[in-house]
């Protein structure tokens, strides 16, 4: 089992920054990559951002590229979101997710096993 643990959300103006972290712990020899997801009210689940375990190779969402960075701290194993340039469409609730069976990188929700238990971001405008 591998546990994830979000943090970091809350309430910012467009424009704003917000950093989400998300602690990996369990049987984390066995996750191949991590994402973000995120779900807005009314809306499906859709991806933002994935890393693989070792953090050297990334993808984002066209929504979001340029103006959120993943990146892995492998000491801490924790991965983290830095959100930049809000914009009112960034409010969701931000999911963390591990892969296990996914080599490289993952980008559908289904190829992910493992969920935090999400984080509110709104951005007011």
């Known amino acids: 089992q591998v546990q994830l643990v979000e943090s970091g959300g809350g309430l910012v103006q467009a424009g704003g920054s917000l950093r989400l972290s998300c602690a990996a712990s369990?049987?984390?020899?066995?996750?191949?990559?991590m994402g973000w997801f995120r779900q807005a009210p009314g809306k499906e689940r859709e991806f933002v951002a994935a890393?693989?375990?070792?953090?050297?190779?990334?993808s984002y969402a066209d929504s979001v590229k340029g103006r959120f960075t993943i990146s892995k701290d492998n000491y801490k194993n924790t991965v983290n979101l830095q959100m930049n340039s809000l914009k009112p469409e960034d409010t969701a609730v931000y999911y963390c997710a591990a892969t296990t069976a996914t080599m490289g990188l993952a980008f559908g929700e289904y190829e992910y096993d493992y969920w935090g238990q999400g984080t509110q971001v709104t951005v007011s405008s």
């Open positions: 369990g049987r984390t020899f066995s996750v191949n990559a």
């Open positions: 890393i693989n375990w070792i953090g050297v190779h990334t």
